[in-house]
Protein backbone atom coordinates (compact mmCIF):
# COMPACT_ATOMS: atom_id res chain seq x y z
CA UNK A 1 0.00 0.00 0.00
CA UNK A 2 0.94 3.73 -0.68
CA UNK A 3 0.15 6.06 2.17
CA UNK A 4 -0.35 9.58 1.05
CA UNK A 5 -0.90 12.54 3.81
CA UNK A 6 -2.35 15.56 2.22
CA UNK A 7 -2.75 18.83 4.09
CA UNK A 8 -3.68 21.85 3.73
CA UNK A 9 -2.05 25.15 4.28
CA UNK A 10 -1.68 26.74 7.88
CA UNK A 11 -3.57 29.81 8.15
CA UNK A 12 -2.40 32.50 5.65
CA UNK A 13 -2.78 36.36 5.60
CA UNK A 14 -5.03 36.08 2.46
CA UNK A 15 -7.60 33.52 4.57
CA UNK A 16 -7.06 36.21 7.26
CA UNK A 17 -8.29 38.98 5.69
CA UNK A 18 -10.83 37.61 3.47
CA UNK A 19 -9.36 37.58 -0.06
CA UNK A 20 -9.33 34.89 -2.70
CA UNK A 21 -5.64 34.06 -2.44
CA UNK A 22 -5.12 31.55 -5.74
CA UNK A 23 -2.39 31.99 -6.79
CA UNK A 24 -1.28 35.13 -4.59
CA UNK A 25 1.53 34.33 -2.81
CA UNK A 26 0.27 35.20 0.53
CA UNK A 27 2.35 34.87 3.72
CA UNK A 28 1.13 33.03 6.59
CA UNK A 29 -1.04 34.71 9.92
CA UNK A 30 0.47 34.88 13.33
CA UNK A 31 -2.60 32.33 13.81
CA UNK A 32 -1.23 30.07 10.74
CA UNK A 33 2.46 30.05 12.93
CA UNK A 34 0.82 28.90 16.13
CA UNK A 35 -0.90 25.81 13.58
CA UNK A 36 1.77 24.82 12.57
CA UNK A 37 3.52 24.10 16.01
CA UNK A 38 1.23 22.00 16.71
CA UNK A 39 1.23 20.19 12.84
CA UNK A 40 4.57 20.04 13.90
CA UNK A 41 3.68 18.07 16.87
CA UNK A 42 1.50 15.66 15.13
CA UNK A 43 3.82 14.90 12.46
CA UNK A 44 6.86 14.45 15.06
CA UNK A 45 6.71 10.56 14.82
CA UNK A 46 5.15 9.79 11.97
CA UNK A 47 7.34 8.15 9.46
CA UNK A 48 7.60 9.54 5.59
CA UNK A 49 9.52 8.72 2.95
CA UNK A 50 9.22 12.35 0.99
CA UNK A 51 8.02 15.55 1.47
CA UNK A 52 5.58 17.55 -1.23
CA UNK A 53 4.93 21.21 -1.69
CA UNK A 54 2.75 23.76 -3.75
CA UNK A 55 5.07 26.38 -4.75
CA UNK A 56 2.97 28.29 -2.77
CA UNK A 57 4.70 30.00 0.68
CA UNK A 58 2.17 29.28 2.62
CA UNK A 59 2.16 25.43 1.74
CA UNK A 60 5.76 25.37 1.61
CA UNK A 61 6.25 26.56 5.18
CA UNK A 62 3.23 24.26 6.04
CA UNK A 63 5.39 21.37 4.54
CA UNK A 64 8.28 22.37 6.40
CA UNK A 65 6.88 21.34 9.23
CA UNK A 66 5.34 17.93 8.28
CA UNK A 67 9.41 17.31 7.56
CA UNK A 68 10.72 18.63 10.13
CA UNK A 69 13.44 16.34 12.13
CA UNK A 70 13.01 13.92 9.14
CA UNK A 71 16.00 15.15 7.24
CA UNK A 72 13.71 15.30 4.05
CA UNK A 73 14.21 18.09 0.89
CA UNK A 74 11.10 20.00 0.31
CA UNK A 75 9.92 18.58 -3.46
CA UNK A 76 8.16 21.56 -5.17
CA UNK A 77 5.11 20.32 -7.26
CA UNK A 78 3.59 23.01 -9.62
CA UNK A 79 0.52 20.87 -9.68
CA UNK A 80 -0.15 21.26 -5.71
CA UNK A 81 -1.19 24.78 -6.32
CA UNK A 82 -4.49 26.64 -5.76
CA UNK A 83 -6.70 27.60 -8.32
CA UNK A 84 -6.16 30.94 -9.99
CA UNK A 85 -8.94 33.45 -9.68
CA UNK A 86 -8.49 35.10 -12.66
CA UNK A 87 -10.59 38.30 -12.33
CA UNK A 88 -11.01 37.65 -8.88
CA UNK A 89 -7.42 36.83 -8.08
CA UNK A 90 -6.30 38.46 -4.57
CA UNK A 91 -9.30 40.39 -4.10
CA UNK A 92 -11.40 40.95 -1.14
CA UNK A 93 -13.73 37.39 -1.08
CA UNK A 94 -17.28 39.29 -0.67
CA UNK A 95 -16.89 41.85 -3.18
CA UNK A 96 -15.11 40.50 -5.90
CA UNK A 97 -17.33 37.81 -6.40
CA UNK A 98 -20.76 39.94 -5.72
CA UNK A 99 -19.39 42.50 -8.91
CA UNK A 100 -19.52 39.52 -11.28
CA UNK A 101 -23.09 38.44 -12.29
CA UNK A 102 -23.86 34.59 -11.82
CA UNK A 103 -20.41 34.14 -10.28
CA UNK A 104 -21.42 34.25 -6.40
CA UNK A 105 -24.26 31.76 -7.55
CA UNK A 106 -21.67 29.46 -9.55
CA UNK A 107 -19.49 29.20 -6.40
CA UNK A 108 -22.19 28.80 -3.79
CA UNK A 109 -24.63 26.26 -5.28
CA UNK A 110 -22.74 24.48 -8.69
CA UNK A 111 -18.86 24.96 -7.74
CA UNK A 112 -17.97 22.89 -10.74
CA UNK A 113 -19.41 25.38 -12.96
CA UNK A 114 -16.62 28.26 -11.59
CA UNK A 115 -14.69 29.49 -14.07
CA UNK A 116 -13.67 32.95 -13.38
CA UNK A 117 -12.58 35.22 -16.50
CA UNK A 118 -8.91 34.17 -16.72
CA UNK A 119 -8.48 31.86 -14.35
CA UNK A 120 -8.54 28.26 -14.04
CA UNK A 121 -11.88 26.56 -13.76
CA UNK A 122 -13.30 24.41 -11.46
CA UNK A 123 -13.28 21.35 -13.79
CA UNK A 124 -9.57 21.78 -14.82
CA UNK A 125 -8.64 21.91 -11.35
CA UNK A 126 -10.60 18.29 -10.63
CA UNK A 127 -8.55 16.59 -13.65
CA UNK A 128 -5.32 18.72 -12.13
CA UNK A 129 -5.12 17.45 -8.95
CA UNK A 130 -6.46 14.16 -8.90
CA UNK A 131 -3.70 13.68 -11.90
CA UNK A 132 -1.33 14.87 -9.67
CA UNK A 133 -1.73 12.92 -6.54
CA UNK A 134 -2.29 9.71 -8.54
CA UNK A 135 1.47 10.26 -10.52
CA UNK A 136 2.83 11.01 -6.89
CA UNK A 137 0.96 7.74 -6.09
CA UNK A 138 3.01 5.73 -8.99
CA UNK A 139 6.03 7.41 -7.87
CA UNK A 140 5.97 6.23 -4.88
CA UNK A 141 4.45 2.97 -4.61
CA UNK A 142 4.99 1.31 -0.93
CA UNK A 143 5.76 4.27 0.56
CA UNK A 144 4.44 7.04 3.01
CA UNK A 145 4.27 10.53 1.80
CA UNK A 146 3.20 14.24 2.20
CA UNK A 147 1.56 16.49 0.47
CA UNK A 148 1.04 20.55 1.17
CA UNK A 149 -1.67 21.97 -0.83
CA UNK A 150 -4.75 24.15 -1.08
CA UNK A 151 -8.41 24.39 0.02
CA UNK A 152 -10.53 24.42 -3.38
CA UNK A 153 -7.92 21.40 -4.91
CA UNK A 154 -8.45 19.61 -1.89
CA UNK A 155 -12.08 19.59 -1.95
CA UNK A 156 -11.93 19.00 -6.21
CA UNK A 157 -9.71 15.75 -5.46
CA UNK A 158 -11.63 14.75 -2.42
CA UNK A 159 -15.05 15.08 -4.70
CA UNK A 160 -12.85 12.55 -7.11
CA UNK A 161 -12.23 9.95 -4.62
CA UNK A 162 -15.55 10.03 -2.62
CA UNK A 163 -17.87 10.61 -5.47
CA UNK A 164 -16.16 10.10 -8.83
CA UNK A 165 -18.43 12.99 -9.99
CA UNK A 166 -17.62 16.87 -10.12
CA UNK A 167 -21.23 17.84 -9.99
CA UNK A 168 -20.92 17.01 -6.24
CA UNK A 169 -18.66 19.16 -5.15
CA UNK A 170 -21.11 21.21 -3.22
CA UNK A 171 -21.28 17.99 -1.16
CA UNK A 172 -17.59 17.73 -0.19
CA UNK A 173 -17.08 19.68 3.06
CA UNK A 174 -13.86 22.18 2.79
CA UNK A 175 -10.81 20.92 4.50
CA UNK A 176 -9.65 23.21 7.41
CA UNK A 177 -6.46 25.19 7.70
CA UNK A 178 -3.50 22.17 8.76
CA UNK A 179 -6.08 19.69 8.09
CA UNK A 180 -4.70 16.19 7.55
CA UNK A 181 -6.30 13.69 5.22
CA UNK A 182 -4.72 10.54 5.17
CA UNK A 183 -5.32 8.26 1.59
CA UNK A 184 -4.41 4.77 0.86
CA UNK A 185 -3.91 3.74 -2.51
CA UNK A 186 -3.14 -0.08 -3.83
CA UNK A 187 -1.13 -1.28 -6.65
CA UNK A 188 -3.92 -0.82 -9.21
CA UNK A 189 -4.86 2.19 -7.62
CA UNK A 190 -8.05 1.85 -5.81
CA UNK A 191 -7.85 4.90 -3.22
CA UNK A 192 -9.70 4.77 -0.03
CA UNK A 193 -9.58 7.44 2.30
CA UNK A 194 -8.32 6.20 6.16
CA UNK A 195 -9.56 9.80 7.47
CA UNK A 196 -10.76 12.86 6.04
CA UNK A 197 -10.22 16.69 7.33
CA UNK A 198 -9.06 15.71 10.45
CA UNK A 199 -7.46 18.86 12.37
CA UNK A 200 -7.64 17.73 16.03
CA UNK A 201 -4.45 18.67 16.93
CA UNK A 202 -5.00 22.04 16.73
CA UNK A 203 -7.08 24.14 19.59
CA UNK A 204 -10.03 25.48 18.93
CA UNK A 205 -8.79 28.87 19.51
CA UNK A 206 -6.85 28.81 16.71
CA UNK A 207 -9.19 27.46 14.18
CA UNK A 208 -11.47 30.62 12.74
CA UNK A 209 -14.67 29.77 11.63
CA UNK A 210 -15.46 31.87 8.62
CA UNK A 211 -18.21 31.19 5.65
CA UNK A 212 -16.90 30.01 2.28
CA UNK A 213 -20.79 30.89 0.96
CA UNK A 214 -20.76 34.49 -0.82
CA UNK A 215 -23.29 36.80 0.84
CA UNK A 216 -22.22 35.35 4.37
CA UNK A 217 -19.57 36.59 7.14
Request: hydrophobic residues 40%; contains cysteine.
Amino acid sequence: MTYIYLVRHCEAMGNHKRLFQGSTDCDISEIGAKQLEYLKERFKDIHLDAVYSSPLIRAQKTAQVIAYGKNLEIIIRKNLAELHGGVVEGKPFQEAFNAIPGLADAWNNHPQDFAPEGGEAMRDGYVRIYDEVMALARQNRGKTIAAASHGGVLRCLMCRVLYYDITRLKDVPWCENTAVTLLKIDDNDKISVEFFNDYSHVPSEYMPKRSRIVGKA
